[in-house]
């Protein structure tokens, strides 16, 4: 039976990049993300979710946004995703590349929505509150940059 002791040396020589194989600990890069907290989770609270914003966005979804205003990424829990993306939009410019990806991809949804409702008169009554959110996510986007960029 191991003494206490050596159980401890043996714990204090593990290295923790040894139990990091699969690419689950946090890096340097990651942590630089933790310098804006309340701005990263704010943007996330109006724009990603859908309760706020009235329009899902997938992993996908960020990933193609992301692409169309010129970062490229992998896939990652949204979350991660979103915090990558506010990475990239540090400079004025580049926030607003974003945006114009964002507001693209959300009018693209308003017009399903608003299409579905066309075509079944029932569901207009489903889609009216999410496209009116939707709207109002996208009339942010100017004071989104007048606050955080000038």
């Not at 714990?11 to 890096?27: A, I, Q």
């Not at 907290?37 to 706020?52: E, F, G, H």
């Not at 608003?114 to 569901?123: D, Q």
């Amino acid at each position: 039976m191991r003494d206490i002791d050596e159980l401890q040396r043996e714990f204090e020589n593990f290295k923790s990049e040894d139990f990091c194989l699969d690419g689950s600990c946090p890096t340097d890069e990651e942590n630089d993300l933790k310098d804006y907290p309340s701005y990263t989770d704010a943007l996330y609270a109006k724009l990603m979710a859908p309760s706020v914003s009235g329009i899902y966005i997938s992993r996908w979804d960020i990933k193609d946004i992301a692409l169309a205003a010129g970062e490229s990424m992998a896939i990652h829990p949204r979350k991660r995703m979103f915090e990558l993306v506010m990475k990239f939009t540090t400079s004025k410019e580049n926030m607003q590349l974003f945006l114009d990806a964002l507001e693209n991809h959300m009018e693209e949804k308003i017009a399903i929505y608003e299409e579905l409702g066309e075509n079944f008169p029932a569901s207009a009554e489903i889609f009216a509150p999410k496209i009116e959110k939707a709207r109002k996510t996208i009339a942010l986007f100017p004071k989104i940059i007048e606050e955080y960029f000038e």
